[in-house]
Structure formats: structure tokens, C-alpha cells
């Protein structure tokens, strides 16, 4: 039986391998404690047996007592929405709807073998697809399915169409109300919680640091504050944030607040004192720090208005103190290098605001209009009406990106779809007497990779035999009376309501076989011979998963991450150069490839999900992995950053010296970028050298840090500090962004040597 596991609880195990008191080891098998999963059990108990009594002892019809029961489970167990109540019950509704169109059409195509198999391919790939859209369509798919498989696989005629769709309509209903009652927090809940921890552990480190107070106990409090965010973010297999708008804020104010909590790091690494920037600069990184608290504030649930109007007005202060000569040329690049963090992240904290009020839900139409473009490259401007529509399309075009042998959603469902129908096909040709428990053996198995499949199939098998042994000994011991059933049917269900994601996969499967037996028994008494059935079922169906998961993509997610590294670090180099050329004003539009690196971002952070997610040791280190994706996140803010309209240089200048050497350090990070795309690759399919040069071989090197040109003043000469007294802020802007980019080059050679290594082993290895 498929389960959600509780990622909260999940982790709570792993943190906690021995006993409180004594030092013992805790076993194994047994679950921890999780309030969510407690309030899950408490509804499942609530709901379930009063469900399956009105439906079977007062009605007296089977067939909706069997969909009211397995209803009840889809709603209240499988399924696991968050958000506000308004959402929650609009993912119940969508669930509702979207279940009976499956149930309807599973019991059509019943009775036809091979065409029960024909049709489970395209209904169980677009449900698993739907899930890209966001966390409750996610959390919705192994519900749908399961109302999907269970009439496909239990040949009916259409005249049972009527008791069904009643008992799971029912079933719905009741779930629906029980969930709205009885809320738990959700991931979204805590992923909110962790930014605003982060938002303001970040505020309080700077506005320490701009009064000269700044303590390596705030620095450790802060960067663990950000670790904590960014564990939150990528604890779950499915994205904690949707396609939806505030949940396309959430996502994009997490990002920001890692950005922005580099670039404080940055700043106050030992080069610089930001105590002693100049007045315009302090009160521009105080103001900074107020917008983070803001945004912690608005995390929180506070009613809080940003002031936008005084941060633009600190910025101009900065800006223009930049532009006057000093008359002091030895302190130039100190000066620079100020007004350059300042401004860097007075922007991503009013980015991170703005999101932060998208996220809040209290956000004017045109602050969603203008931080759209930074999500999908749409228009910033025009009507509220159009502006709805333009993020319509941009949603939409994100999902349609999926559609992709590249994106990690999209393998999962193909190698979803054809385990199913294979599933359904066995069932029918073996003539088992359960055959949907062969697709329901399947669909709990059935991982990203051949050895996460093949060792779940074990602890399936493994926990199904347990199972099926207490289940025999208890009919043995209080026989298959009614009245023994009914009694015992609340704490069945209790436990296999909460065992999942508080225990071992097969301690879920064990729990699931019991509730079987006094469910089947109450519906039919056949005794022990029903746990028989299902562990001979459950075989078959393990035996099908092993197989696809051995013929389809084996190697799993980890291969999907490596190439969309690679594509990630390819689309974030062209956006960079079309924001580089665009800033210093060489280019006459906004850089046209935001799209591309925003898709890109959004495919690899769904491979990574999916990579984490999956059972067995891992090839690549958690930190190299990161160490990669960060910098793929690095270079697509870097790029936002100069492409915003306010740093758009004035003038032609592509006659500039100076410009002219940004653009080729510029060239210089992006071919960088490129060869590593290409080690990080699929092997032998990376992007062709450029003719006349060789394939890159080893390490690539990262590109010199010093910006060429006479504005990096790295040197310390009198001269080179004086080019950029009263130099252009633009210039100064796209130098300082060049630098900092380059400067965790160094950083990411290492990790893509050894995930190329990896890349090369085969997969059973």
C-alpha cells in the first residue's frame, strides 16, 4: 500500500538513533513520535470505522463500503495538504472531483484486459505529471491513483458506477470536514517559519555589523539560521511551494534570503569594516535590515508594510555619493567595494520584501507584476487583468517545460505509467483473486531508481510477511465473529494511520496487512487466508516495480541532477552575459534568456528533490552537491540582479575601454560556467568545444577573480584606485557583481570532478 510519509517525523528518527535515557540503541521498528501523525491517526480513527459501518451495516452495500473505507484512507492518510483552510479545501474538492472521473473511468475499462491496461498509461502519467504544479497536487497523487487502481482492477460493470463514486464521494466529504477541523501544520508552515527565522537572525547580524558590534556568535547564529532554511526547503521529495502566486513568492523569498545572506557574509569575511562605509552607505544597510525584519515580520503572519519609498531613497543617496570624486584616491576601492555591497543587498532585501508580500497574500497587483518577470520573464507592467493572465501563462509554461525527457517529473511518470499498466496486466493474465493488490504492490514500491526499487520491494515483502503473520495469529485468536472485528477495526487503523513516516517502510506495510485482514473479514469472513492472497499479490506486484525500475532510467535521479547542473550552469551563463552587456548599456533590450535559466532552476531543484529523496547510500556528498546548486542559484541571482531596470547603464558602451574589459571578464566567468556544464554532463554528451580548441580534460580552472581593465585596483596602486574615484555607479555595479561572482569560482571545480567521476561508474555500483 502506498503511504505519505512524514517528513517531520521521518527526520525526528533519524535524529534519533538511541534511547534518551541510558545510551541503549532504540530499535529499529519502532516509531517515534510526531503530533502530525498523531492528529492523522486521531481523524483516520474518527472517520474510517464510522464511514464503513454506515455504509455497510445500515446501507448494506459492499461496494460502497469498500470505496468509503479505502476513500477514507486516500483522504485523510495518503493525501496530506497544506496551506491556509481555503486552500485545503480546495485541494479536498479537486481531489473529489478528480478521483471520481478516475473511478468512473477505471470501472469502464475493467472488464477489458487489455484495454484497462491500454488506458492506465495516460491517466497514471498525467497524474503523477500534475504534481509539478505544486505541493498539494504532489501530495494529492498517490490518493488519485489509488482510486484510480482499485476499480481498474477489480472487473465491475458500470451498474456498480452509482455505490461507488457515493461511498468515495462520502468519503470525501468526511475527510474534507475532519481535515478542516483538526488541522496540523503543514510544510509550507514550517518552511515559512524557518524564513522569518532566518529574515531576522540575517537583520540583526547586519545592523550589528553597521554599528561596529558585529560578533562571531551573531555571524554562526545567522548562517545557521540560513542552514536551517534551506534544510526546510529541500526536506521533502515534492517542492514545499506551488506554481501559484504565493507560493511562487515563498519560493522565490528563500532564494533571496540564501542570496542575500552570502552577500553579508561576503561583505563582513575580515576585508571589510561596514562601520566605517560612508554615512549614505551605513543608512542604506540599516534600512536593508529593517526591509529583513520586515520580511521576517510578514513570514509571521504581521500586518507590516515594507517602506519601499525609503529604501529607493537611501539607494539614490548611495548612488550619487559614488558619483562625486572624493578627492581621496587611496581609499577609492574601499569606497567601491562599500557602496557596492550596500546596494547589492539593499536589492535583495527589497526583492526578498516584495516576495515576502506576494507570499502574505498582501501584495498590491503591481508589486506581483513587477516581480513577475524575475519568475518567468513576463511583462512588468499593464492592467491588473492582463497581468493575472501573463502569470497564467507563466505558470503554464513552466509546467509545459516539464514536458521534457530531461525533467525528473517527467521520467517519474512515464516509469510510473508503465509500471501500472504492466501491473494491471499481470493481475489479469496471472487470474489472481486480488489483483488490485498487485497494482497497489507496485505503485508502494516503485522508486526513482532500480536499487531504491529493489531494496523497497524487500522491506515490502519483508513487512507484508510480518504482517501477515500477527493478522493470522490474531483471527486465530479472536476469530472472525463480527462483533471481535468491529472492536479490534478502531486500533487497525489507528496504527496503520500513524506508523507511516514515524517507522520503517515495512513496519507501514505490516500495519496495512493487518487492517487488511479485518476489513476483508468483516466484508467477507474467509479467515487467515486473506493475508495469504495479499502477500502472494504483493510478490507480483514488487517483482513488476523491480522490473520497470531495472528497464526504465535506473540510474534514477541522479542522473536527471548531473544534467540539469549542466543546463543550469549553461542557461546561467548566457542570461549573465545578456545582463552584463545589458547593464553597461551594450545591449538595447532586457536580456532575453530568463526564462530559460528560471526553467532550468526549477527542473534541477525538482531532481534534486528527487535525488534526496531516494533510498541507498549517495554517490556525491550532500555538501558537493550543494556547493553546485548554490552556484548555479549564485550565478541566475547575479544575472537578475544586473538585468534589473535600475542598473541599465546610459550611453553606447561598447566604445568603453573599460566596459569593454567587464564584458570580457564577463566572457571569461561564462566559459567557465560552460566547461564545467560540460564535466558535470551526461559523459560524452557535452556541448562541443569551440573549433580550434580542445575538449576540456580535469578541473576546469576558475577564471581570475581581479577584474581586468584598471578598475579592480586589487593591487593597491594610487592608480588603479583612482579609475574608479567618481567612476560610473553602472560600471562600478556590474565590476563588484564580476568580482563576487568570481571570487566562489574557486569553490566549484572540486565537486564537479567528483560528481563527473560518479557519473562514469555503473549503476549498480
Known sequence: MPVVAAP?????????????????????????????????????????????????????????????????????????????????????????????????????????????????????????????????????????????????????????????????????????????????????????????????????HLEAAVRGEATPAGREASLAAKHGLMTAFTATPSPPTGLATAGQGLASTVQLLEWCSGLVCDAMDGHLELNRAA????????????????????????????????????????????????????????????AFHAQAIALAARSAAANALIAARRASPETVAVQRRQWYGGPQDGPPAESRLAALAGALGVVARHASIRSVWFRNSARGAVALAAAVGVADV???????????????????????????????????????????????????????????????????????????????????????????????????????????DVALGCAVSVAVGVLFWPRGAGAVVGDDLADAFRRGAAYLTQAVDWALGVRGEPPGTAVAAVTAGIRLDDALRGYLAEQGAKRITRADLWRLVMATMRLRLTANSLACPHSGASGDGSADPVRAALRRTAAELAGFYERIATQVGRPGHGAPAPRGEPAPRGEPAPPAVPVPGGLDGADGTADADAALDGYDPCTLWVREHLHHLGSHAREIPGPATRLAEQRRLPWWR
Not at 526513482?448 to 513487512?463: D, P, V, Y
Request: net charge positive; glycine share 12%.
Open 430 to 536: 496471472s487470474g489472481v483473486q486480488h489483483g488490485f493488490w498487485v497494482v497497489l504492490g507496485t505503485l508502494s514500491v516503485l522508486r526513482s531508481n532500480a536499487a531504491g526499487t529493489g531494496s523497497t520491494a524487500m522491506r515490502a515483502l519483508a513487512g507484508t510477511v510480518g504482517g501477515f503473520a500477527v493478522g493470522a495469529a490474531l483471527l486465530l485468536g479472536i476469530g472472525t465473529a463480527p462483533a471481535a472485528l468491529w472492536a479490534v477495526l478502531p486500533a487497525a487503523i489507528l496504527v496503520a494511520a500513524y506508523v507511516p513516516g514515524t517507522a520503517p517502510f515495512a513496519a507501514g506495510q505490516a500495519a496495512f496487512t493487518i487492517l487488511v485482514f479485518v476489513l476483508f473479514n468483516l466484508l467477507v469472513p474467509v479467515g487467515w487466508t486473506v493475508g495469504l492472497l495479499r502477500l502472494q
Open 279 to 338: 554615512p549614505p552607505d551605513r543608512e542604506l544597510l540599516g534600512v536593508a535590515a529593517g526591509m529583513l525584519h520586515d520580511v521576517a515580520a510578514l513570514l509571521s503572519g504581521a500586518d507590516v508594510t515594507p517602506d519601499f519609498t525609503r529604501l529607493e531613497r537611501a539607494r539614490a543617496a548611495s548612488t550619487a555619493r559614488q558619483r562625486e570624486p572624493s578627492g581621496d584616491t587611496a581609499g577609492a576601492g574601499a569606497r567601491a567595494a562599500h
Open 8 to 204: 517531520s517525523a521521518g527526520r525526528l528518527r533519524a535524529r534519533l538513533p538511541r534511547a534518551a535515557h541510558g545510551g541503549t540503541r532504540r530499535p529499529a521498528w519502532l516509531p517515534v513520535w510526531s503530533a502530525a501523525a498523531a492528529m492523522r491517526a486521531l481523524r483516520a480513527v474518527i472517520v474510517v470505522p464510522g464511514l464503513f459501518a454506515l455504509t455497510f451495516k445500515v446501507v448494506g452495500d459492499p461496494q460502497m463500503a469498500l470505496f468509503a473505507g479505502f476513500g477514507g484512507f486516500a483522504t485523510l492518510i495518503l493525501a496530506a495538504f497544506g496551506g491556509t483552510s481555503r486552500d485545503k479545501l480546495t485541494a479536498h474538492l479537486w481531489l473529489a472531483v478528480v478521483g471520481g472521473a478516475a473511478l468512473v473511468a477505471g470501472t469502464a475499462v475493467s472488464g477489458t484486459a487489455w484495454l484497462a491496461a491500454l488506458v492506465t498509461i495516460p491517466v497514471v502519467f498525467a497524474t503523477f505529471f500534475a504534481g509539478v504544479a505544486g505541493p498539494n497536487a504532489a501530495s494529492g497523487v498517490t490518493a488519485a491513483l489509488l482510486v484510480y487502481v482499485l476499480p481498474v482492477a477489480t472487473p465491475a460493470t458500470v451498474s456498480v458506477v452509482p455505490s461507488r463514486l457515493a461511498g468515495w464521494w462520502l468519503a470525501s466529504a468526511a475527510g474534507t470536514a475532519a481535515v478542516l477541523l483538526l488541522p496540523v501544520r503543514s510544510p509550507g508552515d514550517r518552511l515559512r517559519a524557518a524564513a522569518s527565522a532566518c529574515a531576522a537572525a540575517l537583520a540583526a
